[in-house]
């Protein structure tokens, strides 16, 4: 149990174009999914947490006009990256949770390239 | 804010031999702490959990935590190391609206 697919694990994109990766707990209803980036070699860097029917909440130095998030129900999240950059290449992964103060399961974490 | 802190980027050791990753955690309220591996690009697996119910916590792959409120502690330990276990091992501490990892170590296990 507590399956997130994450769709899809890489994309190719042109520059100034925008990106939507989708986060989906599979078999369970996820109230907050979290949305990190990470860089090679680096930790997970924590983007935003968004809770089901609620706007996201993003971290300090994320801008929310050009990482759209979207949780519209307890199964899905998505992250659209706008007028994407080469400087948004980068592995982003999703983790979905079914309450506060409770783990959170990862999805498979998405490759972006930007060219 | 919550936070934790990873001693040791990178840990070294020899098949078989006593694995320890050191993990400090800093909140004013009781944690809720987590270790997570992750495999090259992967997103991360849950190893075990710490919720308050027991100080010592086992989780799957020979691995378990011990919750240390004096030390703000929660380091991981596997008694004996196995080519596989070689990863990046992250530790999390769980907020009401975030979750924030470590820096990481990664484990380098020599035959």
């Known amino acids: 149990g507590a399956v997130v697919s994450q769709h899809p694990s890489w994309v190719i994109c042109k520059s100034g174009t925008s990106v939507k990766i989708e986060c989906r707990s599979l078999d369970f209803q996820a109230t907050t999914m979290f949305w990190y980036r990470q860089f090679p070699k680096q930790s997970l860097m924590l983007m935003a947490t968004s809770n089901e029917g609620s706007k996201a909440t993003y971290e300090q130095g994320v801008e929310k006009d050009k990482f759209l998030i979207n949780h519209a129900s307890l199964t899905l999240s998505t992250l659209t990256v706008t007028s994407a950059h080469p400087e948004d290449s980068s592995f982003y992964i999703c983790?979905?949770?079914?309450?506060?103060?409770?783990?959170?399961?990862f999805g498979q974490g998405t490759r972006l390239t930007v060219v | 804010a919550q936070s934790v802190t990873q001693l040791g980027s990178h840990v070294s050791v020899s098949e078989g031999a006593l694995v320890l990753l050191r993990c400090n955690y800093s909140s004013s309220v009781p944690p809720y702490l987590f270790w997570y591996v992750q495999y090259p690009n992967q997103g991360l697996q849950l190893l075990l959990k710490?919720?308050?119910?027991?100080?010592l916590v086992k989780g799957i792959n020979g691995f378990e935590a011990e919750f240390k409120k004096s030390e703000t502690s929660f380091h991981l330990t596997k008694p004996s190391a196995h080519m596989s276990d070689a990863a990046e091992y992250f530790c999390?501490?769980?907020?009401?609206?975030?979750?924030?990892f470590g820096a990481g170590t990664r484990l380098t296990v020599k035959p």
């Open positions: 983790s979905a949770s079914q309450g506060s103060n409770t783990e959170a399961f």
């Open positions: 999390a501490v769980r907020g009401n609206n975030d979750m924030r």
């Open positions: 710490y919720t308050s119910a027991a100080t």
